[in-house]
């Protein structure tokens, strides 16, 4: 069986990240690992791992069906430009920019493109990522289902609505940095009262963990389970009506908001 030759334009922490899970998993037996980045020195580094560096982005979408664009939103524009003189009808893009769409992938390459849009997060880099997928119509079942296995080693992923790919993004691309935040109160509070910070982020953060298992495996909604930690007249109840006082949720949802319409200001 020929092997897939799997290309990355861009090798920073999100595309080496992908690279090294792909070579540490089954999957490597089957795929050729390429890679080019304007600093040789990311491409060098992931030779240990099979990645066989391009010297430029055209010499890497010749020689590659797949190839994956994890570059910034606001230079991607000039590597498609630059990399459109290699591209064919065989080419399957996978773009993990945020914002980007498929419609301006092929306007800038070729017109019926295959793109496969992709919203993965940074702990990808521990193998617990947690990415969403799309495609265009272009792409087959076959080629899909290569892009998907990789993102499924690498974490948790799903596929949805081509449409949605702008609104998922700070359900799962950006969360991390709201959740870190989140996370740096409770620590900062934590010093404040004289508690060492190491001990406070350390059970801090396996609440966190604890809590999203409770979530995904407990069988409770998220009401209840807030209703099981709040026994009434009690600390969490006190807590929580500050939260409330603080619009919470409201203040979530206008960051969801702001952070959706900054994806569509990039897609321009």
Same mark, same amino acid.
């Given at each position: 069986?020929?092997?897939?030759?799997?290309?990355?334009?861009?090798?920073?922490?999100?595309?080496? &990240?992908?690279?090294?899970?792909?070579?540490? +998993?089954?999957?490597?037996? =089957? *795929? +050729?690992?390429?890679?080019?980045?304007?600093?040789?020195? %990311?491409?060098?580094?992931?030779?240990?791992?099979?990645?066989?560096?391009?010297?430029?982005? @055209?010499?890497?979408?010749?020689?590659? %069906?797949?190839?994956?664009?994890?570059?910034? #939103? @606001?230079?991607?524009?000039?590597?498609?430009?630059?990399?459109? #003189?290699? &591209?064919?009808? =065989?080419?399957?893009?996978?773009? *993990?920019?945020?914002?980007?769409?498929?419609?301006? *992938?092929? %306007?800038?390459?070729?017109?019926?493109? /295959?793109?496969?849009?992709?919203?993965? =997060?940074? #702990?990808?880099?521990?193998?617990?990522?947690? +990415?969403?997928?799309?495609?265009?119509?272009?792409? $087959?079942?076959?080629?899909?289902?290569?892009?998907? =296995?990789?993102?499924?080693?690498?974490? /948790?992923?799903?596929?949805?609505?081509?449409? %949605?790919?702008?609104?998922? *993004?700070?359900?799962?691309?950006s969360s991390p940095a709201f959740i870190y935040l989140f996370a740096k109160g409770f620590i900062e509070y934590a010093a404040s009262v004289g508690i060492d910070a190491d001990t406070a982020s350390e059970l801090f953060t396996q609440s966190l963990i604890g809590s999203a298992k409770m979530i995904t495996d407990s069988g409770y909604s998220i009401d209840e389970l807030i209703k099981?930690?709040?026994?009434?007249?009690?600390? $969490?109840?006190?807590?929580?009506?500050?939260?409330?006082?603080?619009?919470?949720?409201? $203040?979530?949802?206008?960051?969801?908001? +702001?952070?959706? @319409?900054?994806?569509?200001?990039?897609?321009?």
């Amino acid at each position: 069986m020929d092997k897939i030759n799997i290309g990355f334009i861009g090798a920073g922490n999100m595309g080496a &990240a992908i690279m090294k899970g792909i070579s540490a +998993s089954s999957l490597a037996d =089957n *795929i +050729s690992l390429y890679a080019f980045d304007t600093d040789k020195s %990311k491409t060098e580094a992931l030779r240990e791992y099979g990645v066989n560096a391009c010297g430029s982005e @055209q010499e890497l979408t010749g020689c590659c %069906k797949y190839v994956f664009l994890a570059v910034k #939103p @606001q230079v991607i524009e000039g590597v498609l430009e630059t990399l459109a #003189p290699a &591209a064919t009808e =065989n080419t399957v893009f996978v773009s *993990i920019a945020a914002g980007i769409t498929d419609e301006f *992938i092929a %306007k800038k390459t070729l017109p019926e493109a /295959k793109v496969i849009l992709v919203m993965p =997060n940074t #702990p990808l880099l521990l193998g617990e990522g947690a +990415s969403a997928l799309s495609h265009n119509d272009r792409v $087959t079942e076959d080629e899909f289902s290569v892009v998907l =296995n990789i993102f499924e080693i690498c974490g /948790k992923a799903a596929v949805i609505p081509k449409d %949605k790919m702008k609104e998922i *993004i700070p359900i799962n691309g950006s969360s991390p940095a709201f959740i870190y935040l989140f996370a740096k109160g409770f620590i900062e509070y934590a010093a404040s009262v004289g508690i060492d910070a190491d001990t406070a982020s350390e059970l801090f953060t396996q609440s966190l963990i604890g809590s999203a298992k409770m979530i995904t495996d407990s069988g409770y909604s998220i009401d209840e389970l807030i209703k099981m930690v709040s026994s009434p007249g009690g600390t $969490t109840l006190a807590g929580l009506d500050r939260l409330y006082e603080g619009k919470l949720t409201e $203040t979530v949802k206008n960051c969801c908001e +702001s952070c959706t @319409q900054r994806a569509y200001e990039l897609s321009k």
